[in-house]
C-alpha cells in the first residue's frame, strides 16, 4: 500500500512557480482564478475543441426552423397554450425524456438529439419562469403567457 503524506496537484504546483512558495494557503485559491482569468483563454478550454460553437449554430438554426412550422400561427405557439393551462414545464420535460427513449431507433437520431436539446431549452425557460414567478411573489403567475413575444 502506497501512502503519500502530502498531496501534489497541478494547481499547487503553479501556485509554488507563480509566487515561489512551498505550501499554498488555502485563502489563496482564488488567487489562482484571478491569474488563470487574467491570462488569454488556452485553447482547449475554447467551444472549438468538441465543435460546440458550430453544433450551437446548428441548435439555433434547427430551433429558428420550429418557428415557422405547422405548430404555430402567428405569434401564438402550441407550446404558448400549453403553458397557459399551466403544464409546459411537464410537457417539456416529457418530450426530453420521449426523444432520449426513442433515441437512434428511428434512424433519426441527430433530430432526435436536437429535439432534446431543444425542449431541454425550452424546460429551462419555464423552469425559469416559475422561480420568477415565485420569488417576485408580484401577483403573477408561472401559467401567464406573454403573446407579444
Known amino acids: 500500500m502506497i501512502f503519500y503524506s502530502t498531496m501534489v496537484n497541478s494547481w499547487s504546483l503553479l501556485y509554488d512557480e507563480l509566487y515561489g512558495e512551498d505550501t ?8 489562482l482564478d484571478r491569474v488563470f482569468n487574467e491570462t ?18 446548428e441548435v439555433g438554426s434547427y ?3 420550429t418557428y415557422q412550422g405547422h405548430y404555430s400561427v402567428g405569434n401564438v405557439q402550441t407550446l404558448d397554450l400549453i403553458d397557459s393551462v399551466g403544464d409546459a414545464e411537464a410537457f417539456c420535460r416529457s418530450n ?3 426523444y432520449a427513449s426513442r433515441y437512434d431507433r428511428k434512424g433519426t437520431s441527430r ?9 431541454g431549452i425550452l424546460l ?3 423552469n425559469d419562469k416559475t422561480a420568477r414567478a415565485q420569488a ?14
Open 24 to 31: 499554498m494557503p488555502i485563502a489563496d485559491l482564488d488567487a
Open 40 to 57: 488569454e483563454e488556452p485553447e482547449q478550454l475554447s467551444m472549438d475543441k468538441y465543435s460546440e460553437k458550430k453544433i450551437l449554430d
Open 136 to 149: 417576485n411573489e408580484t401577483g403573477a403567475t408561472a401559467f401567464s403567457v406573454d403573446y407579444d413575444k
Open 96 to 98: 426530453v425524456l420521449k
Open 124 to 126: 429551462l425557460h419555464f
Open 63 to 65: 430551433i429558428s426552423s
Open 111 to 119: 433530430k432526435d438529439i436536437l429535439k432534446i436539446i431543444h425542449y
